[in-house]
């Protein structure tokens, strides 16, 4: 911290650790008195070079890449760049496979929305509502796992459609999963709007009128909390959108309590359309085939992540690797509106600002278990939940009175 | 794709130099060739204040053997997208920062700076992105010609054959 000059400013750096992301970013924030004047962000720590590794795989190679672009919406990545290859090569996808793109493209969402309202509550202090939404959010990550094999990074999208079928009892279990959920998020909804703990702390927070949000070219929740009603579900319909009625929840308020009501009423959206996609999903096939070497072109393929719009920008050039890949993700698109959000406010607000364009955070639970270089064990969901009960009885705590086995929870 | 094939009617109607070089792709998307920066300059000041291209929601690096190439992504109310292109050469790589008109590109332009080598005038003052301090000068990894093996993170700097640096200028 520094005090600079005669007006008595003061910069205050933090991070790049960073008391509310788990991903590094700085923030120089300039203050007078508990006001922010001018906020500086710095990002690229994590960048990974992704984009030039794709350069030098294939097109297949660079799917299991592309899905770990971000651990939360890695669905969302794998659609866009999936459908940008089949837009490059002239491929169609089967209905089937479509169908089952937008349900685990829905239950993506529910779970990084309910991930990010347990972040939220958690930045100011309201941790029971965070234990109550991460619990919830696990109704979600099993069902994920069910379907697609993992709970994130799920694999499930492949160049030509996807690479698991959902079979009836999977669907009863997504039905089962949705309704116990629903009357959840409906609670959230009435808290979000009746507790004063959200409601009064939130409203007016991190404010970006709707001209602004144009201005600085903001996406997803952050925009349509502001009253743009953009949804590329809606301006674009990928996948099955052609044939799934969705409706964009846009909100005024334009701060942080807007953005909580959008996204936990887009929740109550992803569930009517999950809904939708069961009762309406066609049989047949989940995929075509798919050539290793796609022709020459270039292509902008779109989808709308759990944070707003996503752009994935495929240039080819006739062989089996592309000439240049370019993912445009939705936060990306928001840190310019945070730093105006963040001037004028209050020193105090910043942590839940930030977290209000909904940074992203990666999990897993999976472990690979490498024993002296030799032997290797891949334990699964129940084994690795096993291992810490049992890890936790030597330490004298007995973990097993409290079942929350995935099938017994519902 | 009627509204698209209008505004590429429009553009051609406005500037004779982009007969042949502005094309709808398909449905919402509409393509140029590149162009140099004067043309290109002018054609998105023109979709900016006339044709409603309000929002800019990145702009693409590209490498063009003897040239740079940058594609802006500029989209409309209907959601209709114009990667809007425009190329310098490498051996003076300088384009004029959009950010006077579309704010939210300033992160996407400093990219360029870092990842390309491409120098952008007008860009406004801030922390460069996203290589890290001590990345070595003059090595601009996304560049077909930049290759990772001759790269060395523990001393940060980058060391191609003697072929290779002299057609890079010595980059180190």
Redesign the interface.
């Known amino acids: 911290m520094s005090r600079k000059g005669k007006d008595n400013r003061i910069v205050l750096p933090i991070g790049p650790q960073h008391p509310s992301l788990k991903e590094p970013a700085?923030f120089r924030i300039t203050l007078e008195g508990e006001k922010v004047v001018n906020a500086?962000i710095?990002?690229?720590?994590n960048?990974r070079?992704l984009?030039?590794a794709c350069e030098s795989r294939n097109y297949v190679q660079d799917l299991y890449l592309i899905e770990r672009v971000c651990g939360i919406c890695s669905h969302t990545h794998s659609t866009a760049y999936c459908q940008g290859i089949e837009?490059l090569a002239g491929l169609t996808i089967p209905r089937r496979a479509a169908y089952i793109r937008v349900i685990v493209a829905e239950l993506e969402r529910l779970h990084s929305h309910l991930l990010w309202l347990g972040v939220a509550a958690h930045e100011i202090g309201f941790d029971t509502l965070f234990m109550y939404t991460w619990r919830d959010r696990e109704k979600v990550l099993d069902i994920l796992a069910e379907v697609c094999g993992n709970r994130v990074n799920y694999g499930i999208n492949t160049i030509g459609g996807v690479r698991r079928d959902v079979d009836e009892s999977m669907l009863q279990d997504i039905s089962k999963m949705a309704d116990a959920l629903e009357d959840q998020i409906k609670y959230y909804l009435d808290l979000a709007m009746t507790e004063t703990t959200l409601s009064v702390r939130l409203a007016g927070v991190g404010k970006l009128s709707y001209d602004d949000a144009?201005?600085?070219?903001?996406v997803g929740p952050v925009a349509r909390s502001a009253g743009i009603a953009d949804d590329?579900r809606v301006?674009?319909p990928y996948a099955a959108y052609d044939e799934v009625p969705v409706r964009p929840v846009t909100d005024t308020r334009a701060d942080v309590l807007g953005r909580t009501v959008v996204r936990i009423k887009e929740m109550l959206e992803s569930i009517n359309i999950i809904r939708f996609c069961i009762r309406n999903i066609p049989d047949g096939d989940i995929a075509v085939k798919a050539p290793l070497r796609i022709p020459a072109g270039?292509v902008?393929s779109?989808t709308e992540a759990p944070r707003g719009?996503n752009?994935h920008?495929i240039?080819s050039n006739g062989t089996d690797k592309p000439d240049?890949v370019?993912v445009?993700a939705p936060s990306?698109?928001n840190?310019?509106g945070v730093k105006h959000m963040l001037e004028g406010g209050y020193l105090a607000d910043v942590p839940i600002t930030i977290a209000a364009i909904d940074p992203c955070y990666s999990c897993t639970d999976r472990a690979i278990i490498v024993d002296s270089g030799s032997r290797t064990e891949v334990m699964d969901w129940q084994s690795l939940r096993q291992y810490s009960i049992d890890w936790y009885k030597k330490q004298g705590v007995d973990t097993a009175s409290a079942k929350v086995s995935a099938k017994e929870y519902f | 794709m009627q509204a698209e094939q209008e505004l590429v009617d429009r553009f051609c109607e406005k500037f004779g130099f982009l007969q042949n070089k502005i094309y709808v792709k398909?449905q919402?998307?509409i393509?140029t060739e590149f162009l140099a920066k004067e043309e290109f300059e002018q054609v998105l000041h023109y979709a900016h204040d006339e044709l409603g291209f309000?929002?800019?929601?990145?702009v693409?690096?590209?490498?063009e053997g003897d040239d740079l190439g940058f594609?802006y992504?500029l989209s409309n109310e209907?959601?209709i997208?114009l990667?809007l292109k425009e190329k310098a050469p490498k051996s003076d790589p300088v384009i004029n920062s959009m950010t006077g008109i579309?704010?939210?590109l300033?992160?996407?332009e400093r990219e360029l700076v870092d990842l390309f080598g491409a120098v952008v005038e007008g860009l406004p003052e801030?922390?460069?992105?996203?290589?890290?301090d001590g990345w070595p000068k003059g090595s601009y990894?996304?560049r077909k010609d930049w290759d990772?093996k001759y790269f060395d993170k523990n001393t940060m700097t980058y060391n191609p054959p003697a072929d290779d640096a002299k057609k890079e200028g010595g980059n180190k």
Not at chain 2, 54 to 58: D, E, F, G, K, V
């Open positions: 700085s500086v710095g990002v690229g720590y960048h070079g984009e030039k837009e144009l201005r600085f070219g903001v590329i301006t674009e270039e902008i779109r719009e752009i920008y240039r240049r370019r445009r990306e698109a840190w310019r | 398909r919402k998307r393509f309000y929002r800019a929601s990145h693409v690096g590209t490498d594609i992504l209907d959601g997208i990667a579309y704010p939210s300033e992160q996407h801030g922390p460069s992105y996203p290589l890290p990894p996304m990772p």
